[in-house]
């Protein structure tokens, strides 16, 4: 069931997948076995720059997200499931005299309409899919497994992307970003295969992104010109004789960044460990230390052998002509003879069990001088030595799920109640390469217990196989993952992209890719299977796969406070080996290419060239915003509970349920909880239910529950819309979300009030634990996402709202969060005080109903029959419907802010700031004030601060600086005024400063350049347009029409930012140029290594340094 593996991109429980993209920049990793390297994400759906949270992965095994009670969900709510002949004559209907046809199939589970055709000259596959969603979805996929660890298809990945036979620039996939509205647009390297996908809702959009992409992969710039293996790869730079030579490149850069990551290298190490012997032993992302041994013959080499159409895999999907596709296609594939080797070169050679007693392997990673020395230990399986079937396949990951789904699934439950470690990693199954395989262990775990982990996971899954599970246990798993299958819920993210995914998992083997969607059969086999033996059926594959399966190797990685600066000294000593091999002539060879590379990155391209380039028009554009339907209903009943409904055409039977609690009661002291308290809600328990049994009943009736802090700044009434306001007035709220069938919302009522009345505070060992995986994520993420927190850090000097974040999930956050484990282990009593304050302030009697909003999304069937459900909820509801109403937040100080103030210039000084980790990478951020209290700010300067991110801080800080990543971030609708640049894994510092210094001028610049340029100010408009109107899943539609209504904006307004955007002019640059020169009190903060901030003090770049791990 690979579906599985892509139904839920975005919210995954952690990913298998280390995930790295310039933009999308994030990580996330629960286990060995694939390596999925996403180099250039600019999807507008996540921008993580602003979050530091996981954007995207070819994720295996979202089922252990999915919750719901599947079984509830009718065929009819969503979709037919059963294909007449009349259906597959649809899918018949269009032959090509350059196609075959190979396959026709209706995946009815999706509405989709599949015909797999063979291009006959060349032997190329396309999986044609029919349906009517209009965010059409096209991608391109080479089966490219690597021999060794120089990162050759992860950085051909980016090279083919610079430039082709037919678009000339040095950066075609810029251009795209600057001008287009595509709804996602990436490329992705897997550990076998690289894929380049796309996504618009605009048909001449749609057909320009492909032609771009396609001429990319099979005639790439890259091949002939050398600077663009140099560029994106590596290369020897050196300015001057007297000068250190150095690696730069953009892919050598980013695999530093990743190899700096501790978790990196124990889902790396095992990975190899399993996988001794076939194409996974290798880093196909690259090693740092081995980049560098990659030549440009053999970087052509492999394009020539993986890159021709006969090993590519081309997917369509939407509403889009058939015929159409298959034209253009033929345009390209036409050209290429057949070549009868390319699939067989690149075939995957199955990974035998030779393993026969289980193996211990010890590897170092590196920590900081205060980082507390413990070891992190993982057990890592190769499952299967032949292929699944898709009941197999759909077991697993039940198995799975029972195993490792949630926190109170009996083994992660079991390794995170031992005491041994603070933080699962692993994670389990992952599922998406040719085999799959199993890891899980702890990090932070004492030297001394490390050989208990591995003990603990082994007679954890003999216990299992003893005891086997209960009835309520499967019944809970099986209707999470049938929830998920039914609902197709893919937020964001383009549904075709998620099925594409789940069929690339069999398609890219030379399986059938329809087998890897349907899932109907399987699920009525393995339900026959269950009510015919019971919990046999799992317990038969725990036993073959886990238990009695010999070919297992558990990784330890144990903590070095040398490894660093020995790395550091490793590659210096490398580099003054090759200079005192050169002699003066090829030190001023190397000198001179230098320069050449420089001066090529910093030159405009040709007008000839940029006219090569396709776009869209102003008029191609849509200028009416969408609006989405709201209905709201303030005291319903006499309840004096706010009831919000958004009625949409179809929302597949489900109800869309977001309950909202004021929290502004919350003493300030105690807000630093909120985190822990919301997951105190959902796993320690609630009334009579232990926190398994809630996690159960969750499972079993409801699509999902959840809860966290929602808290958002709102504009007083004084002042004017999209205006810039002191952030003093906030809407602070406990969001609880969930989702069911309209016949079970009665259900998800029900918990609701459970959890937020009676869940089990009183849980001493639940919340230190959850203290301890909290810090455990901190630091690995600032390690690993080091923008977002110098982001946070920056914000908090200058707003409230950006010192609350700060407070609640930044660096200062750590601190509190060490802290709150020491009071916790020590004082427990005061801990649970605080926490029964919190809940007591959130339900004050008085009050309560007063802050109390109910926020629904379903369409009108749902509507009407959750009725009765509703009204006994509003009934049931603690607090006294007659009772105070709250302050006015829109027009009074929230209280929060007020302490917040008193706080600022203690914790979060307006001072340059850097703080210290184990890295062999920066992360530098810079900002300040643009904008000052009451003044308002221009649609404009959406288009000028994407013009920026995709134009002179992409050019100047990845592609000269050699960066993986450089941005901006700007609220244009009011706010704040706070204006941030900000790199992801840098190689530099203070000359990444100094881009941003510069900034202003460039601008200015620019600004001259467009008053006689209409095409390239249209362009970025165009661009900017593109970012308000990405494809929304229909929960998401109800989301945004709450938040809008929440920040009280008017259909009227909205409409004006859009036409200030649609009317942008050149002048428009000019003025944001004159901001940026005279930014106010601006200050850095900057994560980095010790010896990066020595060398920048010595460039005068200062800062006040703290070691924060």
């Known amino acids: 069931m690979a579906i599985l593996a892509c139904i839920a991109i975005a919210t995954r429980r952690g990913g298998r997948h280390m995930t790295a993209a310039a933009f999308c920049v994030a990580k996330s990793s629960t286990g060995p076995t694939t390596s999925t390297t996403s180099t250039r994400a600019f999807s507008r759906n996540s921008l993580p720059f602003l979050t530091g949270s996981t954007c995207f992965g070819g994720s295996s095994n979202s089922k252990v997200l999915a919750t719901s009670a599947a079984s509830l969900i009718s065929s009819s709510a969503l979709m037919s499931t059963t294909a007449t002949q009349e259906d597959v004559e649809k899918v018949a209907a269009v032959e090509h005299p350059s196609y075959e046809i190979i396959s026709k199939d209706v995946v009815t589970e999706y509405g989709a309409y599949c015909t797999m055709y063979r291009h006959k000259k060349t032997g190329a596959e396309i999986l044609s899919v029919h349906n009517d969603d209009d965010n059409k979805v096209f991608g391109i996929t080479f089966r490219t497994p690597p021999t060794d660890s120089t990162g050759v ?39 076998d295969r690289t894929c380049y996908v796309l996504a618009s809702q605009n048909e001449k959009d749609f057909k320009n992104l492909i032609n771009v992409y396609t001429d990319a992969v099979f005639h790439p710039r890259a091949t002939s010109d050398p600077s663009v293996h140099a560029q994106e790869g590596w290369h020897l730079e050196l300015e001057d004789k007297e000068q250190p030579l150095t690696y730069k490149g953009v892919v050598y850069n980013e695999m530093k960044g990743v190899y700096s990551s501790p978790d990196s290298r124990l889902y790396r190490q095992s990975q190899r460990s399993i996988f001794p012997s076939n194409t996974y032993s290798v880093d196909s992302g690259g090693d740092p230390k081995v980049i560098p041994n990659l030549s440009f013959e053999d970087f052509k080499q492999f394009h020539a052998k993986f890159y021709h159409p006969a090993n590519s895999r081309i997917f369509f999907w939407g509403d889009d002509d058939v015929k159409q596709r298959l034209d253009l296609m033929d345009e390209y594939l036409c050209e290429f003879d057949a070549s009868p080797e390319s699939k067989p070169a690149s075939v995957v050679e199955w990974q035998k069990k030779t393993i026969t007693e289980p193996k211990w392997e010890t590897h170092p990673y590196p920590v900081g001088d205060d980082q507390p020395e413990t070891n992190m230990v993982m057990v890592n399986w190769l499952l299967n030595e032949r292929p699944f079937t898709p009941t197999e396949d759909l077991i697993v990951g039940v198995l799975d799920h029972l195993l490792m789904g949630n926190g109170q699934s009996v083994l992660y439950k079991t390794l995170m109640e031992s005491g041994l470690g603070s933080a699962i990693t692993g994670g389990g199954l992952s599922d998406e390469l040719l085999q799959a395989t199993f890891s899980v262990g702890l990090k932070g775990v004492q030297a001394e217990n490390t050989k208990a982990v591995e003990e603990l996971v082994i007679k954890t899954l003999e216990k299992v196989l003893e005891e086997g599970f209960s009835e309520e246990e499967i019944a809970s798993s099986m209707n999470t993952i049938e929830f998920r299958l039914r609902e197709f819920n893919t937020g964001s993210y383009p549904k075709g992209l998620s099925f594409m995914l789940g069929a690339m998992a069999k398609w890219i083997y030379d399986g059938k890719p329809t087998d890897a969607l349907k899932f109907e059969e399987p699920l009525v086999e393995l339900k026959a299977m269950i009510a015919e033996n019971g919990d046999a059926v799992f317990k038969d594959f725990l036993k073959e796969y886990l238990v009695n399966n010999l070919h297992r190797v558990t990784v330890e990685l144990a903590p070095s406070k040398s490894l660093e600066s020995e790395e550091l000294k490793e590659e210096q000593d490398r580099l003054e080996a090759i200079k005192s091999s050169l002699s003066d002539e090829e030190l001023d060879d190397v000198i001179k290419k230098t320069v050449e590379l420089k001066a090529l990155q910093a030159s405009e391209d040709a007008p000839e060239d940029r006219a090569t380039i396709p776009s869209l028009e102003l008029a191609d554009l849509k200028r009416e915003v969408t609006e989405f339907p709201i209905e709201v209903s303030e005291n319903e009943n006499d309840s004096g509970v706010t009831v919000v409904r958004h009625e949409l055409a179809s929302t597949s039977g489900i109800a869309y349920v977001n309950f909202a609690v004021d929290t502004s009661g ?22 009579e239910y232990t926190d398994v049994q809630l996690s159960q009943r969750i499972g079993t009736h409801t699509g999902g529950v959840g809860a966290s802090l929602m808290k958002t700044s709102v504009t007083p009434d004084s002042v004017p819309s999209y205006a810039i306001y002191e952030g003093n007035n906030m809407i602070t709220k406990l969001s609880i979300r969930g989702k069911a069938t309209s ?3 009665g259900e998800l009522f029900s918990i609701f009030k459970l959890i937020l009345t009676e869940a089990n505070i009183d849980s001493n060992k639940k919340v230190i634990e959850m203290l301890k995986e909290t810090k455990s994520r901190i630091e690995s993420s600032i390690q690993g996402s080091g923008h977002s927190y110098a982001n946070n850090r920056i914000k908090a000097r200058y707003s409230v709202g950006g010192f609350l974040d700060e407070k609640m999930g930044g660096i200062t956050y750590l601190k509190t969060v060490n802290e709150l484990i020491k009071q916790a282990e020590t004082d427990w009593d005061s801990v649970l005080k605080r926490l029964e304050n919190i809940r007591s302030a959130i339900l004050n009697n008085a009050t309560c109903r007063s802050g109390m909003i109910l926020d629904i999304t379903g369409d009108k069937a749902v509507m009407d029959a959750i009725k009765p459900s509703v009204e006994e909820f509003l009934k049931s509801l603690p607090g006294d419907a007659m009772g105070e109403k709250l302050q006015d937040f829109y027009n009074t100080e929230h209280p929060w802010a007020t302490k917040a103030k008193e706080e600022m210039a203690t914790i979060a000084p307006l001072k340059d700031e850097g703080f210290v980790v184990p890295t062999q990478v920066s992360y530098v951020g810079k900002g300040g004030l643009l904008f000052e209290e009451g003044e308002k700010v221009h649609g404009s300067t959406a288009v000028v601060s994407r013009f920026l991110r995709t134009g002179y801080l992409w050019d100047h800080v990845r592609v000269i600086g050699g960066a993986y990543g450089g941005f901006c971030t700007f609220n244009p609708m009011g706010g704040d005024g706070i204006f941030t640049f900000l790199s992801y894994r840098d190689p530099n510092l203070d000359k990444t400063i100094d881009v941003y210094d510069a900034t202003a001028d460039a601008l200015l610049k620019a600004a001259e350049e467009l008053e006689d340029d209409p095409e390239a100010l249209a362009t970025a408009i165009i661009g900017a347009v593109g970012d308000l109107d990405g494809a929304l899943s229909p929960d998401q539609k109800g989301s945004k029409s709450f938040n809008r209504w929440l920040l009280r904006q008017t259909p009227e307004e909205r409409q004006q930012f859009r036409d200030e955007i649609l009317n942008t002019k050149a002048s428009n640059f000019k003025d944001f140029a004159m901001r940026l020169k005279n930014m106010k009190k601006s200050s850095v903060a900057v994560v ?3 010896a990066a901030f020595e060398s920048a003090a010595k460039a005068g770049k200062v800062m006040e340094l703290k070691q924060v791990l």
């Open 153 to 191: 298809p992860h950085i051909l990945e980016h090279s083919v992307l610079c430039g082709s036979r037919k678009y000339r620039t040095k950066e075609p996939f810029v251009q795209l970003l600057q001008g287009s509205l595509q709804t996602f647009l990436n490329a992705f390297t897997y550990p």
């Open 666 to 687: 919350v003493d300030y002291n105690d807000i630093a909880l909120l985190p822990i308290f919301t997951r105190i809600m959902t796993e320690t328990g609630a009334g």
């Open 743 to 745: 016949e079970k919302t």
């Open 1088 to 1090: 980095s290594s010790k």
